[in-house]
Nanobody, 124 residues
Framework: QVQLVESGGGLVQAGGSLRVSCAASGRTFREYTMGWFRQAPGKEREFVAA????????YYTDAVKGRFTISRDNAKNTVYLQMNSLKPEDTAVYYC?????????????????WGQGTQVTVSS
């Protein structure tokens, strides 16, 4: 089992940058595919980005391609989401999720572990 704790959310103006982090417990972090999802008020949770275990291949939803970068540091048991050129529509609670030995998937139901979320607010 793994526990996930997000941090780094906050308020930023449109066009600005923010990095959110997700720290994982346990000694098998490298075995997990890690994903970032977000949920805006009144909307369903949606996939943002994922980094795949062993290959470190990355995937993004079209809305954030070229602006967001997902990365992981296995030595620190941490996954990051660097968000640049932020837009008001990026405002949401951002969640990290883990799927042990998982292939790429954008389906939230395929991830077994979730953090509590961190609020990101982009003002216009």
């Amino acid at each position: 089992q793994v526990q996930l704790v997000e941090s780094g959310g906050g308020l930023v103006q449109a066009g600005g940058s923010l990095r959110v982090s997700c720290a994982a417990s346990g000694r098998t972090f490298r075995e997990y595919t890690m994903g970032w999802f977000r949920q805006a008020p009144g909307k369903e949770r949606e996939f943002v980005a994922a980094v795949i275990w062993m290959t470190d291949n990355t995937y993004y939803t079209d809305a954030v391609k070229g602006r967001f970068t997902i990365s992981r540091d296995n030595a620190k048991n941490t996954v990051y989401l660097q968000m640049n050129s932020l837009k008001p529509e990026d405002t949401a609670v951002y969640y990290c999720a883990a799927n042990r030995f998982g292939p790429f998937t954008s389906k939230s139901t395929e991830y077994d572990y979730w953090g509590q979320g961190t609020q990101v607010t982009v003002s216009s």
